[in-house]
């Protein structure tokens, strides 16, 4: 094998292992993510000044 062949081999080896941690890093951090938004609070309401009914 000549060194040119060995060179671009050893690259190409190289970005195959960069480009797998990679891929395993973004599935982490997208599995275990979570979001920071909180949903909205309902509005409180002021109850009517009249009693509810409660029978029909």
Do not use: F
Request: hydrophobic residues 45%; proline residues 7%.
């Amino acid at each position: 094998m000549s060194l040119t062949t060995t060179i671009i081999m050893l690259v190409c080896g190289w970005l195959a292992v960069a480009a797998a941690m990679l891929w395993g890093v973004l599935r982490i951090t997208r599995r275990h993510h979570h979001p920071s938004i909180q949903p909205a609070k309902p509005v409180k309401t002021e109850k009517p000044s009249g009693r509810t009914v409660t029978a029909h």
